[in-house]
């Protein structure tokens, strides 16, 4: 179990080099001397820094999913029906009585707990599950009715007539679905002999491939079959007109291939203030490498460690979250989002995970096809910005 006070230690400690480094490595730049042995020590340090920095976001979610009771130490509340499933995963043995939601072509709905505990992790590993609104539905389909405006009103005095008034114009937006799937397998021996837990053992493989095709589509995807990703709905993006509202604007970052501290704040203030209060920023990795050595005018670096646990390290004051599906920082690229997510981007969640276990395809490996049906989109682009790197 990490010591989340002793990393928390170390991370102030390595946060402090990192400074006292970038400093050497920008006097040397200034002065003409080399910096090949600044610049890899500097390596060395950030990578210390990350580590140190997922080590504390790791131990606030195990905390988390304990208080939540999930994860490999809960207790399964619906047993018999997660017996049932074990038995049917096994030898395909199960009574029709216990088969519940099961459709006609031969599809088994998984245990509720399973399913609840698949989503958990997913939100785990991917960002945007962990930022955005997640809605679940038992329908096909999924939309939201917007008020465009448009009422009318007037002055009047006690006995003036009040004559009919404008009526405000309605507009709809859908989120459609996609099916994401999974189809591990496991030879008849090995489910007949061994005391593998089924349930954790699908649940993991179902998680993997869940939150990597998923957590792409939130960010990029073009909505044929898959969420529509957030950045498409920036403007000039592929999805920039769909909504009633308008694309999400974008800002420049002032420089052909670069971004700098006050093309960061130009972004966060042209954020209305309401939207502010719970905004937070989305990146990956190799550009909070950018943004730790930006400073403001008195030389004070910008990034902040985490100063506890479940707390995320800040930029400008506003967390800031990872996803390794964010773009780099390139010539047009956006690789920077923010805002209130979670009022700006909707998850859907077509309930339940089913399988279907296939003896017969890959004899003599059971195949256990795995699906989900998400959708996704943007419901509120006045909720968020774009970096766009330009000039």
């Known amino acids: 179990m990490t010591d989340v006070n002793k990393t928390i230690e170390a991370l102030g400690q390595a946060f402090e080099e990192f400074k006292a480094t970038h400093t050497q490595e920008l006097k040397a730049l200034k002065d003409g001397a080399a910096t090949g042995d600044l610049k890899a020590k500097l390596e060395k340090v950030e990578a210390a820094l990350g580590s140190h920095q ?59 707990e399973w399913d609840r505990t698949i989503t958990d992790k ?77 349930e954790s053992w699908l649940a993991a493989e179902v998680q993997a491939e869940f939150a990597e095709q998923e957590g792409l589509a939130f960010i990029s995807g073009d909505g044929a079959k898959k969420p529509a990703g957030i950045l498409t709905y920036v403007t000039g993006g592929a999805n920039a007109a769909k909504h009633p509202f308008g694309a999400i604007k974008a800002v420049n970052s002032g420089a052909a291939a670069d971004i700098g501290s006050d093309a960061v704040l130009d972004l966060i203030y042209g954020l209305p203030k309401k939207y502010r209060q719970n905004a937070r920023f989305l990146t990956n990795n190799l550009t909070i490498a950018k943004l730790r050595k930006l400073k403001d005018g008195q030389g004070n670096y910008l990034w902040q460690p985490s100063a506890q646990a479940g707390q995320p390290a800040t930029f400008h004051g506003y967390g800031l979250a990872e996803d390794e599906n964010m773009p780099d920082v390139a010539a ?31 004899k003599p490996y059971v195949l256990f096809y795995t699906t989900k049906r998400v959708g996704g989109g943007v419901q509120n682009p006045e909720c968020l910005r774009a970096l766009k790197v330009a000039a």
């Open 54 to 112: 997922k080590e504390i976001e790791d131990a606030h979610t195990k905390l988390a999913a304990a208080q939540m009771g999930v994860g490999a130490g809960a207790a399964v509340r619906d047993k018999e029906y997660t017996d049932s499933f074990n038995a049917h995963m096994r030898k395909g043995d199960v009574q029709a009585s216990l088969n519940k939601g099961t459709a006609e072509e031969g599809g088994y709905l998984t245990p509720v």
């Open 122 to 198: 997913l939100r785990d590993e991917s960002p945007m599950r962990e930022l955005a609104q997640v809605q679940v539905t038992s329908k096909a389909g999924w939309s939201k009715l917007f008020n465009m405006g448009g009422t009318g009103s007037g002055w009047v005095g006690e006995t003036d007539q009040r004559p009919e008034t404008a009526t405000p114009v309605l507009a709809t937006l859908g989120f459609g679905h996609g099916e994401i799937y999974a189809n591990p397998a496991a030879t008849q021996q090995l489910l007949d002999d061994s005391e593998i837990n089924i």
């Open 332 to 362: 047009n690229s956006l690789p920077i989002m923010f805002g209130d997510f979670k009022r700006g981007y909707l998850i859907i969640d077509r309930m339940g995970v089913r399988v279907l276990r296939d003896p017969y395809t890959k």
